[in-house]
């Protein structure tokens, strides 16, 4: 029995230091998750609006926008420029991830898009994620009605 705990211990320790974003280029014509194209890709406007007409329902979204941050414990999620603020991107069921060098790159996403309340112990999870400051992790104190994408599939621009 000892020998099976020193076993899973030292799995579990392999694989939490070993979850780390991937060390590859972010280049034109790059993809993670599903290989798409850029065609019918709309703004953030666009798509902004597009979900906020079906009132709560998901909505699939291929999206134009720039990288504003990444994971950096992972690259399980992205952020990309909106006009309400930032849009959080996770990649869908944790399927790929992207690397740091996203942050600055136009892309193209394709997903599923819902309206939604993100919970303050999940905005300062990715906070902390984003390597915020621990003041600035304490200082979110109220739950956030957003739109979050689920990511199939990323391109490059």
Not at 14 to 35: C, H, M, R
Not at 79 to 100: E, N, R, W, Y
């Amino acid at each position: 029995m000892n020998k099976l705990t020193i076993i899973a211990a030292f799995l579990f320790l392999s694989l939490y230091t070993n979850a780390q974003p991937p060390n590859v280029a972010a280049d034109k014509g790059a993809t993670f998750g599903e290989i798409i194209n850029p065609d019918n890709a709309v703004s953030v406007e666009q798509a902004i609006a597009d979900v906020q007409k079906k009132e709560g329902e998901k909505t699939a979204v291929k999206i134009k926008g720039t990288v504003t941050s990444v994971c950096e414990d992972m690259g399980c999620w992205l952020t990309i420029k909106s006009p309400k603020g930032d849009m959080t991107i996770k990649m869908k069921d944790h399927a790929f991830f992207v690397p740091l060098v996203l942050k600055g790159k136009e892309i193209i996403l394709d997903g599923i898009a819902e309206e939604k309340i993100t919970s303050v112990s999940q905005l300062r999870h990715y906070a902390a994620d984003a390597g915020k400051s621990k003041e600035e992790i304490n200082a979110i104190t109220e739950a956030k009605k957003e739109i979050t994408i689920s990511a199939k599939g990323i391109l490059v621009l």
